[in-house]
């Protein structure tokens, strides 16, 4: 079974620049997680989403960044415009079944982002 | 405010010593979790423990909580140099699960070397 992908692994761009972040979940997951981890600081969250629907949005930092998961299926996570802060490495994670009482989110391996 | 707190921030041994990481919270959870990050890499889960455990093995890995001081402890035994690598523990808030599902609190993690 494939795991969660993310691509581009990395990405350099220009202060001002945009970029989009691509997840791909592990199939039938309905649950979708973005989170990054800045200057070698704490993993934060950014947002969840549940199938297509945003559940939780309070990490997003600012409305520079946009997310959106068409179909329940992959997400993506655009950056517009880029601002030198937004460096550091964008984690997706998916998991099953929110009904569970406990489960594990399974990370993809991220993607560098660097803005000169 | 920071769900998790790790200490030692870094922490450098040799090959065939135990490495002990500890981790507190502070709000009430519904599990928590211990994630390993090799550099450059993405994260990799290494063990769930339930609010009402207080231990867990997996491996050479034992992992303990205890929710009256909100507080858990991740043993690596007999380490090798292939455990070097950022150890994080992240907390799935209890409020957050029945509300919003789960999302994960990272701490700033323990940078870990294992000297051959």
């Known amino acids: 079974e494939a795991g969660v992908t993310q691509f581009p692994s990395h990405s350099v761009i220009e202060k001002g620049q945009t970029v989009t972040l691509r997840c791909d979940p592990i199939?039938?997951?309905?649950?979708l997680y973005w989170y990054r981890r800045v200057m070698g600081k704490e993993i934060k969250f950014l947002l969840h989403?549940?199938?297509?629907?945003?559940?939780?949005e309070s990490g997003m930092p600012n409305n520079r960044f946009l997310a959106e998961r068409t179909g329940g299926t992959y997400s993506t996570l655009k950056v517009q415009p880029a601002e030198l802060e937004d460096s550091g490495v964008y984690f997706c994670a998916s998991s099953q079944d929110r009904t569970y009482a406990s489960y594990e989110q399974y990370f993809g391996p991220g993607t560098r982002l660097t803005v000169t | 405010s920071q769900q998790g707190e790790e200490d030692p921030q870094a922490l450098s041994i040799q090959e065939g010593e135990n490495a002990t990481m500890n981790c507190s919270y502070k709000?009430?959870?519904?599990?928590l979790q211990w994630y390993r990050q090799n550099s450059g890499r993405g994260l990799v889960h290494l063990i769930l423990i339930r609010s009402n455990e207080r231990e867990k093995h997996s491996g050479r890995l034992r992992v303990t909580l205890d929710t009256s001081k909100k507080s858990s402890s991740l043993l690596i035994t007999a380490s090798r140099a292939a455990d070097t690598a950022s150890y994080f523990c992240a907390t799935d808030a209890l409020s957050s699960f029945y509300n919003q599902g789960g999302k994960l609190i990272f701490g700033q993690g323990t940078e870990l070397s294992v000297k051959p």
């Open positions: 709000t009430s959870i519904n599990n």
């Open positions: 199939s039938g997951h309905d649950n």
């Open positions: 989403f549940v199938k297509e629907s945003k559940q939780d």
